[in-house]
């Protein structure tokens, strides 16, 4: 199994950032893929961004693209989500999620574990 916690969420006005972090612990070796997904009030789950455990390859939602970043630490487990120039729309709890192969990185049913979110307010 693979436990995942993150961190960093917060209360931001528009314009500001946020860097969130998602630490992998437990038999991280499954690991291929990680994922970040967000779930705002009354909406469904969707697709942030990816990046691939081995070559660090990075993918992103047109919503977010320019203006989040994902990054990993190999050594530490870790996957960071750096989030700037945030909207009010981006409001939502984040969740990171792992994945034990490549696949399509923007189906969150494929992923097989997740963290248990964490909550990012953009005030207007």
């Known amino acids: 199994q693979v436990q995942l916690v993150e961190s960093g969420g917060g209360l931001v006005q528009a314009g500001g950032s946020l860097r969130l972090s998602c630490a992998a612990s437990?038999?991280?070796?499954?690991?291929?893929?990680m994922g970040w997904f967000r779930q705002a009030p009354g909406k469904e789950r969707e697709f942030v961004g990816a990046?691939?455990?081995?070559?660090?390859?990075?993918y992103y939602a047109d919503s977010v693209k320019g203006r989040f970043t994902i990054s990993r630490d190999n050594a530490k487990n870790t996957v960071v989500l750096q989030m700037n120039s945030l909207k009010p729309e981006d409001t939502a709890v984040y969740y990171c999620?792992?994945?034990?192969?490549?696949?399509?990185?923007?189906?969150?049913?494929?992923?097989?574990?997740w963290g248990q979110g964490t909550q990012v307010t953009v005030s207007s």
């Open positions: 437990g038999r991280t070796f499954l690991m291929n893929a």
């Open positions: 999620g792992a994945r034990v192969d490549i696949g399509t990185l923007d189906r969150g049913y494929e992923y097989a574990y």
């Open positions: 990046i691939t455990w081995s070559r660090g390859n990075t």
